[in-house]
């Protein structure tokens, strides 16, 4: 009776040991590992226009020792793509952009199997000058230029399309403005004084020939006359005459602020709504031509 129940207790023990070693096996299985992830911060936030270092700082949640962080991308105006590994940060370098609109391109990051792609937004370029050409007629329109900085000096014009090039605009005109300087016996500063601007403008061209394509164009310009910044241009294209009748329109001439070089001349037709067309001569001009080409008047 004695081995009986020393043997059912034997093999009682045995059953609560098993179980006590099955339970301690299954409270100490390891727990997958969570997941890890990357967040990242932009600097700068949107690149300025004229391109940069961009900077892409990563934090990195729950790091798997053997995993590498990356980096790819296949915008061409982000290059030097560089992953600073101890850092957590990739950089890159942004080119200039040369569009009047903003433009994006993605980064794409890739750590422990998952991609995080980055969007980088840049500027769009910014012209120095704003130039509209508005109230265009067979003869004339009116040019507006606004500066982005009220306070620096520019030159600006109108010339006909053909032949104009942005490039060497401001050598020739150079050229033509220390000619006119020595023939009116000032200093090319003076000259140039009394050519530029500065601020918001708007002035009209001289008479534009018919149906012809031509450029406003505005270039930034200090006291040598040197150009300081690139040539801003406006194309637009004159209109045809307007066929009409004769109307017996008759035009009043007055002058005003007359000076020793300049003058404004107001035309004043009785028929506002008459295309007319004006000439200047010297006194002599004018009686050479009247008396030798009556035709021309």
């Known amino acids: 009776m004695k081995r009986f129940w020393t043997h059912r207790c034997f093999a009682a023990l045995f059953a609560v040991l098993l179980l006590t070693t099955t339970g301690c096996k299954e409270d100490n299985a390891e727990e997958p590992a969570p997941p890890s992830n990357v967040t990242t911060t932009l600097q700068p936030e949107v690149v300025p226009a004229e391109g940069g270092t961009i900077t892409i700082t990563c934090a990195i949640e729950n790091p798997v020792t053997s995993a590498r962080l990356e980096a790819r991308t296949d915008e061409e105006w982000i290059t030097n793509l560089t992953v600073l590994e101890q850092e957590a940060k990739v950089t890159a370098v942004a080119a200039a952009n040369e569009l009047l609109e903003e433009r994006t391109g993605t980064v794409t990051l890739a750590y422990d199997g998952k991609e995080y792609p980055v969007e980088i937004t840049q500027s ?7 130039l509209t050409a508005t109230g265009i007629t067979h003869s004339d329109a009116l040019i507006s230029v606004v500066p982005v900085d009220k306070e620096a000096t520019y030159y600006s014009a109108v010339a006909p399309a ?40 708007e002035y009209h061209p001289a008479r ?90």
Do not use: W
Not at 124 to 130: D, F, K, M, Q, W
Not at 232 to 247: K, L, N, R, W, Y
């Open 124 to 130: 769009a370029r910014v012209l120095p000058y704003t």
């Open 208 to 297: 534009l020939t018919p149906e012809t394509s031509y450029v406003a164009y505005a270039y930034g310009i200090d006291q040598t006359g040197a150009a300081t910044g690139e040539v801003v241009v406006c194309p637009f294209d004159s209109q045809a005459v307007a066929e009409g009748e004769m109307t017996g329109c008759t035009i009043a001439i007055e002058a005003q602020s007359l000076t020793s070089t300049s003058v404004a001349v107001l035309f004043k037709p009785s028929d506002p709504s008459a295309y007319y067309y004006y000439e200047m001569f010297d006194a002599a001009g004018y009686e050479e031509v009247r008396d030798n080409l009556p035709a021309h008047i």
């Open 162 to 201: 053909e032949g104009f090039d942005a490039a060497t605009i401001a050598a020739q005109n150079l050229a033509a403005f220390t000619a006119a300087a020595e023939e009116a016996g000032q200093s090319l500063a003076e000259y140039l004084a009394t050519v530029t601007r500065s601020g918001d403008a």
